[in-house]
Protein backbone atom coordinates (compact mmCIF):
# COMPACT_ATOMS: atom_id res chain seq x y z
CA UNK A 1 0.00 0.00 0.00
CA UNK A 2 2.64 2.36 1.21
CA UNK A 3 2.81 5.62 -0.86
CA UNK A 4 -0.16 4.99 -3.22
CA UNK A 5 -2.74 4.28 -0.15
CA UNK A 6 -1.49 7.82 1.25
CA UNK A 7 -2.43 9.61 -1.79
CA UNK A 8 -5.12 7.53 -3.00
CA UNK A 9 -8.48 9.07 -1.67
CA UNK A 10 -10.18 6.71 0.30
CA UNK A 11 -14.37 6.87 -0.17
CA UNK A 12 -14.93 5.48 3.32
CA UNK A 13 -11.97 7.50 5.37
CA UNK A 14 -13.01 10.47 7.31
CA UNK A 15 -13.20 13.30 4.01
CA UNK A 16 -15.44 10.57 2.06
CA UNK A 17 -18.22 10.18 4.35
CA UNK A 18 -18.00 13.71 5.19
CA UNK A 19 -18.64 14.35 1.27
CA UNK A 20 -21.31 11.39 0.87
CA UNK A 21 -23.46 12.77 4.22
CA UNK A 22 -23.01 16.54 2.60
CA UNK A 23 -24.23 15.46 -0.48
CA UNK A 24 -27.40 13.54 1.38
CA UNK A 25 -28.11 16.59 3.18
CA UNK A 26 -28.52 18.59 0.31
CA UNK A 27 -30.54 16.32 -1.55
CA UNK A 28 -32.67 16.59 1.16
CA UNK A 29 -33.35 19.83 1.61
CA UNK A 30 -33.69 20.44 -1.96
CA UNK A 31 -36.83 17.47 -1.83
CA UNK A 32 -38.19 19.58 1.42
CA UNK A 33 -37.79 22.49 -0.70
CA UNK A 34 -39.73 20.95 -3.51
CA UNK A 35 -42.49 19.65 -1.28
CA UNK A 36 -43.00 23.08 0.41
CA UNK A 37 -43.31 24.64 -2.71
CA UNK A 38 -46.03 22.14 -4.00
CA UNK A 39 -49.42 23.73 -4.68
CA UNK A 40 -51.52 21.84 -3.68
CA UNK A 41 -49.20 20.39 -0.91
CA UNK A 42 -49.68 16.97 -0.01
CA UNK A 43 -49.97 15.89 3.48
CA UNK A 44 -46.15 15.14 4.75
CA UNK A 45 -46.97 11.18 5.00
CA UNK A 46 -47.92 10.94 1.65
CA UNK A 47 -45.05 13.34 -0.32
CA UNK A 48 -42.64 10.78 1.95
CA UNK A 49 -44.32 7.84 0.35
CA UNK A 50 -44.37 9.34 -2.58
CA UNK A 51 -40.52 10.20 -2.34
CA UNK A 52 -39.69 6.83 -1.03
CA UNK A 53 -38.98 4.88 -3.93
CA UNK A 54 -36.36 7.39 -5.10
CA UNK A 55 -34.53 7.85 -1.32
CA UNK A 56 -34.30 3.55 -1.72
CA UNK A 57 -33.17 3.41 -5.41
CA UNK A 58 -30.83 6.40 -4.93
CA UNK A 59 -29.51 4.93 -1.81
CA UNK A 60 -28.75 1.70 -3.90
CA UNK A 61 -26.94 3.46 -6.03
CA UNK A 62 -24.67 4.97 -3.98
CA UNK A 63 -23.84 1.76 -1.53
CA UNK A 64 -23.40 -0.23 -4.82
CA UNK A 65 -21.04 2.38 -6.60
CA UNK A 66 -19.22 2.92 -3.45
CA UNK A 67 -18.91 -0.98 -3.04
CA UNK A 68 -17.97 -1.46 -6.71
CA UNK A 69 -15.24 1.74 -6.47
CA UNK A 70 -13.60 0.07 -3.75
CA UNK A 71 -13.42 -3.36 -5.10
CA UNK A 72 -12.00 -2.10 -8.32
CA UNK A 73 -9.57 -0.03 -6.72
CA UNK A 74 -8.38 -3.01 -4.45
CA UNK A 75 -8.28 -5.53 -7.26
CA UNK A 76 -6.32 -2.40 -9.17
CA UNK A 77 -3.72 -2.20 -6.16
CA UNK A 78 -1.04 -2.83 -8.32
CA UNK A 79 -1.23 -0.24 -11.15
CA UNK A 80 -0.40 2.93 -9.21
CA UNK A 81 -2.38 5.03 -11.58
CA UNK A 82 -5.69 3.19 -10.72
CA UNK A 83 -5.93 2.69 -7.28
CA UNK A 84 -7.70 5.99 -6.80
CA UNK A 85 -11.24 5.14 -5.17
CA UNK A 86 -12.68 8.39 -6.38
CA UNK A 87 -11.83 7.91 -10.19
CA UNK A 88 -13.69 4.54 -9.91
CA UNK A 89 -16.46 6.44 -8.02
CA UNK A 90 -17.17 8.92 -10.44
CA UNK A 91 -16.56 6.57 -12.83
CA UNK A 92 -19.72 4.63 -11.77
CA UNK A 93 -21.72 7.68 -11.35
CA UNK A 94 -21.15 9.01 -15.13
CA UNK A 95 -22.01 5.48 -16.48
CA UNK A 96 -25.36 5.12 -14.60
Known amino acids: MGESAEQSCQLLGPLGVAVQLAITVVCAVAMLAVWRCESPR ?9 ISKQVV ?20 EARRDRDDQCVWYLEGIVTD
Not at 42 to 50: G, I, N
Not at 57 to 76: D, H, M, P, R
Open 57 to 76: GAAYGKCYNIAQATVLASVL
Open 42 to 50: RRFHTWAFD
